[in-house]
């Protein structure tokens, strides 16, 4: 599995990374074992990076990730976690106070001493003043406490990045995580991406299957995408599906084909999604990707290209 450098911070991704939340059951249920199962295979086959929160099924996630971990029997330093701040199932905190107990609450949960990368999740819900002037520098105290090596900011509209980036300190915001916007539905990432690299600052890109919408059984219930976003989905999908192809593993490779982006962040909750993921970027890297079946699934999704939905309470 390809490594891709992280922004400033020395680490190396996996280009392919373990999105926990489907371990919160976010997704529908799964059982502890295949949980356990499938970080042991997506490690084994060079996946080093997990990505949870205390929000993703009310804290289930960081536990299921925290005992898949510890059932791996491996050095921590090889390994790579994630873990978020601010956002929970009771709501939104992104307070001092809060994000500092919160951290020692994910540690317990994921049974380690530290976490690579600590993110506030979901920032266009608070103020992004007070993640300037309040969250960064708590995190910052805990940076220097050893609770996190590096500091990371996460959410869906993509200008909460430049209004927070071009505010704090240089080098106190070493991560972003966008979601949604490096799909072959919405690609609006990628104009940011001088910018971000311009900082210093690494680029994680979630949900390139646009959470469940670019898969053959769809996305789940809340999924927020208008009507017309979800049928032109669905219509790519059923097109690849009569042709013998899988739109999910189209999807995986459209976003591993940009290498400015460190890891493409997939959401697995079974042994046989790890295998889907790592065998599509393995083919990408020996036979490339299939030009004509993008080329048919870009026209189909083209009305609604860059579509996307509100969030957060920022005007925008
Ligand atoms: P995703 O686009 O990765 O889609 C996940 C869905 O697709 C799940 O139902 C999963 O079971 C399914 N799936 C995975 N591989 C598949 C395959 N090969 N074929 C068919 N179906 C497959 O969306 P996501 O899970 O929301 O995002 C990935 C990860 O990124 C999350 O788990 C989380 O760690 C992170 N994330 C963070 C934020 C944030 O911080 N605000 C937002 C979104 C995602």
Known sequence: MELRPLGNTGLHLSCVGFGASPLGNVFGDVPLEEAIASVRL?????????????????????????????????????????????????????????????????????????VDILQCHDIEFGSLDQIVNETIPALQKLKEAGKTRFIGITGLPLNIYTYVLDRVPPGSVDVILSYCHYSINDSTLED??????????????????????????????????????????????????????????????????????????????SVEQVEQNVTAARELESSGIDQEALAEVEAILNPVKNQTWPSGIQKS
């Not at 299921?64 to 976690?81: F, M």
């Not at 009771?90 to 951290?103: C, K, L, P, Q, Y």
């Not at 979630?206 to 219509?235: D, I, N, R, V, Y």
């Open 192 to 269: 940011l991406l001088p910018y971000l690299k311009s900082k210093g600052v690494g680029i994680i890109s979630a949900s390139p299957l646009a959470m469940g919408l670019l898969t053959e059984s769809g996305p789940p219930q809340w999924h927020p995408a208008s009507p017309e976003l979800k049928s032109a989905c669905q219509a790519a999908a059923a097109c690849c599906k009569k042709k013998g192809k899988n739109i999910s593993k189209l999807a995986m490779q459209y976003s591993l084909l940009n290498k400015d982006i460190t890891t493409v962040l997939v959401g697995i909750k």
């Open 42 to 114: 997506a490690f084994q086959s060079g996946i080093n990076f997990f990505d949870t929160s205390p929000y993703y099924g009310g804290t289930v996630s960081e536990k299921v990730l925290g005992k898949a971990l510890k059932a791996l029997g491996v050095p921590r330093n090889e390994y790579i976690v994630s873990t978020k701040c601010g956002r929970y199932k009771e709501g939104f905190d992104f307070s001092a106070e809060t994000v500092t107990r919160s951290i020692e609450e994910s540690l317990q949960r994921l049974q380690l001493d530290y």
